[in-house]
């Protein structure tokens, strides 16, 4: 019996759909039926995580509560954030809902580690950054994080908030080849893209070559638990 998966969006918007494109790109399927039933809330209330982690910003957890427990409401069986530093709130999310809840940097860190990867460099936002969600993740697959020096991690959001969030800078305007170099530079073998617009700009670039897309790890894991399957064995 396959399960309805619910999706807690709106951070941002553009990272929701991508992840709901790969739910139905991924899923072996030869009729709509065959598809997963999917439930997306793109709630753009969902106060910025970064600015909460690290700037005393609103708080994202009630909001981010109140869209789980709709979306449970609603008949979601398995939820999911396609926000990696939304995960610095997931305990709180995971326990307002009798549902479980899938944690995306540590099926990345699965990947990873099945794939062999011994050192990981991490393109994230401030707040996953500074907040350890992906280290600790990581770490608990035997994975050692890496991540950019100070100027190269300002380049990172950059990419991230002007680049794709606003649209305000071209994508190429951002010299993520350097970030790349940098990461290398600190034993990086493969780099995770930890911030769910990450994927969006390394497509456009056509950079996602030894990039581990965390929003894809996060779909395939969503496909299996929702009793669906896959058209591939892994996220690479």
């Known amino acids: 019996m396959k399960k309805t998966i ?22 072996r399927a030869a009729c709509d039926q065959d598809h997963l039933h ?5 709630n753009t209330a969902i106060p910025d995580r970064t600015a909460a982690i690290l700037h005393g910003g609103a708080d994202p957890t009630p909001e981010l ?7 449970e409401a609603a008949g979601a069986e398995i939820l999911i954030m396609p926000c990696n530093t939304a995960h610095y709130f997931y305990d709180a999310v995971a326990a307002s809902v009798s549902v479980p809840v899938l ?3 540590r ?46 991690q300002e380049q990172v959001m950059r990419l991230i908030y ?15 080849r350097d970030i790349l170099r940098d990461l290398r530079d600190r034993g990086a073998e493969k780099f995770v893209l930890a911030c769910t617009e990450l994927p969006l700009a390394f497509e ?33």
């Open 6 to 27: 619910g999706v807690i969006g709106g951070m941002g918007p553009a990272a929701t759909w991508d992840l709901t494109a790969k739910l139905t790109e991924l899923t």
């Open 38 to 42: 999917v439930i997306a809330d793109c």
């Open 65 to 71: 509560i109140k869209t789980a427990r709709q979306l």
């Open 103 to 105: 944690h995306m940097p």
């Open 107 to 152: 099926e990345a860190a699965a990947a990873l580690k099945a794939a062999g990867v011994k050192t990981a460099g991490v393109l994230a936002t401030d707040g996953t950054v500074q907040s350890g969600v992906y280290e600790k993740a990581l770490a608990q697959a035997g994975v050692r994080a890496v991540y950019p020096s100070p100027a190269m």
């Open 162 to 176: 002007q680049g794709v969030k606003a649209r305000a800078v071209p994508l190429s305007s951002i010299p993520v």
């Open 204 to 236: 456009e670039l056509g950079l996602l070559a030894d990039c581990l897309d965390a929003t894809r790890a996060l779909a395939l894991a969503a496909i299996r638990a929702a009793g669906g399957e896959p058209t591939v064995s892994g996220p690479w």
